[in-house]
């Protein structure tokens, strides 16, 4: 579990957790105020796999690194694209955000503790 785990493998989690939200929000607020509910699709498609990741992340698992990594790359390019789109000034900056803080979880998954961690040997 997470207790063992080292603090970049814990704030990795965190950082995926906050962000799968974050979206979801993101995606609630806008559908609110752009009268189009379905505008919420997209973000709760794309926080179901971050979440199952994150599972796997907690679990301890040993391909779900390499996992997480790979699907918070494609996320952040997901917020990136988003950026780069048509759409209000406070979605473009929250999804920047977003893209940093995906990022920034994929440097911390492929850190030496992180992955010490997830295959196992001395630290």
Not at 10 to 25: D, E, I, Q, T, Y
Not at 31 to 45: E, H, K, S
Not at 62 to 78: E, I, K, M, Q, S
Request: net charge positive; hydrophobic share 60%; proline share 6%.
């Amino acid at each position: 579990m997470l207790r063992n785990a080292p603090a970049e493998v814990r704030l990795a989690c965190l950082v995926g957790a906050a962000g799968a939200l974050l979206f979801v929000l993101e995606g609630l607020l806008w559908a609110q105020l752009d009268g189009d509910p379905g505008v919420i699709r997209f973000p709760v498609i794309v926080a179901v796999p971050e979440l199952l990741v994150l599972v796997g992340l907690v679990a301890g698992l040993r391909p779900a690194r390499l996992t997480a990594a790979w699907l918070f790359g494609l996320v952040a390019l997901v917020h990136l694209l988003t950026v780069l789109g048509d759409g209000p000034v406070w979605v473009r900056v929250l999804s920047g955000v977003l893209s940093a803080v995906h990022v920034f979880a994929v440097v911390l998954l492929n850190t030496r503790p992180a992955r010490l961690h997830f295959i196992g040997g001395q630290r």
